[in-house]
């Protein structure tokens, strides 16, 4: 594949003023072709699905599924198992809002490693309600998974691949285990579903969440994929114009998934761009994304372990994705990021990565600084980009 044609696509990296973006698991750049589509709705057929009769309604309403069904079909599930939302956090909440629990269910298990965006709103759920949320620590051990989901089990709640560190758990054996309890499990695939294949219906996941912004889609869409039949049990999320098929004052009929949960005018818009960032990924090739990036975390391995006093989070052997975290040891991180983006427009993110339980298991309750690589970087970029953090390294330890 051909580096500098895919970096041609790429407005914000158009040669002569292009930032070194190592940002991509906090938002991806956008490729022309994105951005065309959404200008395309804007342009020539801004009007709204499901509601009027005219030709500008129609054509809005037939782009809009055109778009479910493409995006159903890039994470192999069906179009109507497909709802748009605003992003992976809203889906998680809508599950964490419309699930019904049987009542022999007491628990929902999650991991230490989730985004704030999976694990408070459950944390806030099993506040309000009489049960218990658990935790797995650590997410390679099947003994601990096994120990914690039971037969009082729930739901399951769990990355694919998270955001700290770009690893993992082994979903099919958790899935396994989650259906032999007869528990429901919940995928966050902020992380994944950008960076590898994903294919909902041969790991027989029940909820997969994810955000088109960070797999070159516009920001304000994502999808909750549900299994069709777990659909038709979730309770209303969020109601209103779009969600029923009769209104009355006494009694309400709602339309069935996924127009259920779409309440209000929809963002067709962002809906349509991510269905373009899907066209995009499949033009490039998801196993190639992942041969690439497994190609840039061996070298990140590589020129890391040249530089003095890094702590680096987590092992290499582990990574899902092009993901590393480390600290410069006594440095704060947000100095590390504000230096290497005056130097060399190098732009990386300090904190705790909205993962602050994470953090502090991983033993940075401070934070640290992530490195996020996607396809559209280069091995000069990750040259620069040590090259510079060895200056960094020796300027801020004096
Ligand atoms: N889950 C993971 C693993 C993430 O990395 C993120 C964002 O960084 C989210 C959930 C939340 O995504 P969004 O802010 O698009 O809802």
Request: glycine share 4%; no cysteine.
């Given at each position: 594949m051909n580096i500098e044609a895919i970096r041609a696509d790429f407005p914000m990296l158009a040669k002569g003023n292009a930032p070194i973006y190592f940002d991509n698991a906090c938002t991806s750049l956008k490729p022309i072709n994105v951005i065309d589509a959404i200008n395309s709705y804007y342009y020539t057929y801004s009007g709204c699905s499901g509601r009027?009769?005219?030709?500008?309604?129609?054509?809005?309403?037939?782009?809009?599924?055109?778009?479910?069904?493409?995006?159903?079909?890039?994470?192999?599930?069906?179009?109507?198992?497909?709802?748009?939302?605003?992003?992976?956090?809203?889906?998680?909440?809508?599950?964490?809002?419309?699930?019904?629990?049987?009542?022999?269910?007491?628990?929902?298990?999650?991991?230490?490693?989730?985004?704030?965006?999976?694990?408070?709103?459950?944390y806030e759920l099993c506040k309000r309600r009489r049960i218990e949320l658990d935790t797995v620590h650590d997410i390679n051990s099947l003994k601990e998974w096994s120990q914690k989901i039971t037969k009082e089990t729930a739901l399951v709640v769990t990355h694919a691949i998270n955001n700290t560190l770009g690893t993992g758990p082994d979903l099919k054996e958790i899935t396994n285990l989650a259906h032999q309890n007869n528990a429901l499990i919940l995928v966050d695939g902020a992380q994944s579903v950008p960076h590898a294949l994903t294919n909902f219906k041969r790991n027989d996941i029940d909820f997969l969440a994810f955000s088109g912004h960070k797999m070159l889609g516009p920001t304000g869409i994502g999808c909750l994929v549900s299994k069709t039949g777990l659909m038709e049990d979730l309770n209303p999320f969020i109601v209103g114009g779009g969600t029923i098929e009769e209104a009355k004052s006494d009694k309400v009929k709602y339309l069935n998934a996924p127009h259920k949960f779409e309440g209000g005018i929809q963002n067709y818009a962002g809906a349509i761009g991510l269905s373009a960032a899907v066209d995009y990924l499949?033009?490039?090739?998801?196993?190639?994304?992942?041969?690439?990036?497994?190609?840039?975390?061996?070298?990140?391995?590589?020129?890391?372990?040249?530089?003095?006093?890094?702590i680096i989070y987590g092992n290499f052997e582990d990574k899902k994705s092009a993901i590393f975290t480390f600290n410069i040891k006594d440095v704060e991180p947000h100095q590390v990021t504000i230096m290497l983006d005056k130097m060399k427009k190098i732009c990386t993110r300090s904190g705790v990565f909205c993962a602050q339980p994470a953090m502090e298991f991983l033993g940075a309750p401070n934070g640290a600084v992530r490195a996020s690589l996607y396809f559209y970087n280069t091995f000069e970029e990750l040259d620069i980009f040590f090259n510079c953090l060895e200056t960094v390294a020796k300027t801020l330890r004096g």
């Open positions: 009027s009769m005219h030709h500008i309604a129609k054509k809005t309403e037939e782009r809009f599924e055109l778009a479910r069904g493409n995006i159903a079909n890039f994470v192999n599930a069906r179009q109507e198992e497909v709802i748009f939302t605003k992003n992976t956090t809203e889906a998680i909440n809508l599950v964490a809002n419309s699930i019904v629990f049987q009542a022999d269910k007491k628990n929902i298990v999650t991991t230490i490693m989730e985004h704030h965006s999976a694990y408070l709103p459950f499949k033009k490039i090739g998801m196993g190639y994304i992942e041969a690439y990036e497994k190609r840039l975390i061996a070298e990140t391995e590589k020129r890391a372990s040249e530089i003095d006093n890094l």
